[in-house]
């Protein structure tokens, strides 16, 4: 069973920056591709971002050179890196692990204007 791990949302001003982790955790555990998704209230849960195993990347046109995601394959850990923040980033991010469909419980990032 793998276990997904999320910190670092919080309440942040327009303009301001987060740094989101995810530690994945488990026996046997080695992941392909791990991401970030998002959900904010009364919209569909969206890709912001997602990285493989060797280090490649994509991102949401949204959040294209503002955001940066990285992974650390030894610690298993994903990391979100989120700079010039916009009020409509404000939602609920979830971290999102495969094989396997795993989910992350979800932290709240808010962007005041």
């Known amino acids: 069973q793998v276990q997904l791990v999320e910190s670092g949302g919080g309440l942040v001003q327009a303009g301001g920056s987060l740094r989101l982790s995810c530690a994945a955790s488990g026996s046997r555990f080695s992941y392909n591709v791990m991401g970030w998704f998002r959900q904010a209230p009364g919209k569909q849960r969206e890709l912001v971002a997602r990285i493989t195993r060797s280090g490649n990347t994509i991102y949401a046109d949204s959040v294209v050179g503002r955001f940066t995601i990285s992974g650390d394959n030894v610690k298993n850990t994903v990391y979100l890196e989120m700079n010039s923040l916009k009020p409509e980033d404000t939602a609920v991010y979830y971290c999102?692990?495969?094989?396997?469909?795993?989910w992350g419980q979800g932290t709240q990032v808010t962007v005041s204007s």
């Open positions: 999102h692990l495969q094989p396997g469909d795993y």
